[in-house]
């Protein structure tokens, strides 16, 4: 691993090897974020070889990850995933230029699975057979999913409140699992028990700092799919913090090798029911206070996150835009993304558009602004959520008379 | 549209003129077939030039496929599915060598995304901005997907038993949603009327020739993924009899290109509870007789199959072999595909494995067989399936004596 140079600590600095089962800072306890060496990476790879390869994964990036290699277990195809032209989308914002990328896409459904590709190859490394995490869901599935590929076990810690589709996902992937009654939070701490205990592989992103460099990939993606012409403006969602810190990091990343020539502004949007990070960065401090999680995009809501420190720096270095979104907001967004782009999201997926929206709307970035919207995941994970974004379908007897009838009354002109 | 020839009747032989909007045979109402030159494809393309293009999606193998060109809407990213090896289910299963071909992560979770995208671009060609179809399925959500993307509207009917969440996710992609009190042969006289009635574009596999030759483009992905070196078999599940049908015409194109020197023998899996097709093809006789949809399987639960005349040609064709499954076999199959592969898959999605299992056991297939076995649709589409396959998680509180317990009650050793 010769493009990294060591793991260093968020909070006191303190540096440490890279080895593949770090996971917090041994002096102070700080998240540890893995360094590399820009100079090698630049003079082992450009942006032309990049865009030459024909692998269509995450791995393409090699020489910007903290991996010897892969290894020679099978893997699930992560990454790659579409980047929309979304011009309808963008006149309906008001907005110049919109991009769309559909990280539901992925081989589970969501963004997550490129954090658990590299927690699998990871865990290898560090020669372990067993992975266990706690996590609202895609965390979760990504790894059980990614880890059957691999031939590895898993045990998975879930609050009760997790969608039921995202619960069989796990079972199906052959995950042992367990549904612990309670919060994010209380779930969090029995899992962190059980994994002291038994010495599993950590897969959670906040304590284990090779999954965000996963994370990443999405943004090296994005660069590349647009040829390294950068976006204004990239919204997401925001949950613990640790998808947007790695998001942040993959922009810097290409930047510091001299890919890209500027850094895209992040557009960080939470559930108003749940935005402690938010509440924090708008305020520009790093004293964050734990909130409720009261909003039915259950994959952000994360009252108390993990990973504050590293999302709140990438919103401040980024002179990011916070937003927060009611569940009303995010179900339009839901329609909205399925309507004019053909995206089907879950609730957490569309926020980031639906904060988009509002941004617009509040004059908080340009009309003539450019952007990419991820989306984090696939709407099938959360059905119920779905069907109270959709409305109702026009219901009658098998008649013509009752079909013009019904068109009429609505205003429908079928010709 | 040079390397098209013509439309030519499956029942009595006559051809058409290739019209974007052709729909049966005018003279004897039997369903049409897309045929090519050969000759001219293989002057325009050899299997080197496909290899080394960049666009990821079905629309790749331009040459082979019924298209002026692809205009300039938008579109989903449909095709490019991964092709697993699948080494531990191969040695689960007995066989030599197997892949899965996963098209559950098409962009509305299913192959049928190939065929809707199809017909997207021959509703444009044929100058046409509404596309219409009923069912409740795969090919509903796919329609209402892709031409949500290109700016088309849709009009879609189904029964009023439809479950809500499918027919939610009609709704989130904008489609004009008609749910019909009565049976699906009511929903579908009505829906043929307003088709008529108003002249919108018919997206119905069984009587636009065009849909099949979308479906197609999953044998030529196959093929190239191996380097055009072909398995032995190919496992799928059958239903209306379209799927197998482009399946076979794929292979067959490839073969006539000279692109493949051998075709392999396709393995047409049903379920027990609802088998036309494979009863007809087992007793070598194209006469077939209508039967009841018991199956969970509900994707394939086709008692009266639109396109059995192209299904039986092709597996008489490829000397293929017919198994039929319980939905007990299903449900494992879904277990299998998780556990041992990472792929989640919808019932009828497994099918096909399932059949392939069952056609090993049985002697079927030889033990030193090489298998592709195509999973046509996202499990997360069916989740109640997927609980009912995938049993319960471990509920407990956020307490450790709770989890050694139920470790214990379990006979798990997570050491």
Redo the contacts between chains.
Sequence with gaps: MKQVTGAVCTRCGHIVAADPDITVCPKCGGILDIQYDYDYIRSHVSKYDLLDRAD?TMWRYLEFLPVEGLGTR?R??VG?S?L?????LARRLGIDTLWIK?DG?N???SLKDRASAMAVVKAEEAGRS?IACSSTGNAASSLA???????LST?IF?P?RAP??K????????A???????SYE??F??SA??ID????YNRNAAINPYLMEGKKTVSLEIAEQLQFRMPDYVALSVGDGCTIAGVWKGFRDLFEAGFIDRLPRLISVQASGCCPINTAAAAHTMDWTPQEENTIADSIAVGVPRNPVKALRAIEESHGVTVNVSDEEILAA??ML???????AEPAGAAGSAGLKKAVEQGLIEKNASVVSIVTG????D?NN??R????????????DC?LK?FDERG?S??
């Design positions: 269509p099978p699930l195809r790659g579409p929309y032209r979304a011009d309808a559909d896409l081989p589970t459904a067993v999913g990614n880890a059957a590929a691999a031939g045990y879930v009760s039921k589709g619960v069989a996902q796990l079972l199906m992937f052959g042992t699992v367990v549904l612990v009654e309670g209380d779930t701490r029995l028990e059980a205990r038994w010495g599993w839901m329609r399925g309507r004019y782009a053909g995206v089907f696939n709407g099938l994970k059905v779905a069907i974004a959709a409305g109702e379908p026009i219901a009658i007897p098998a008649d013509m079909l019904a429908i079928p010709a």
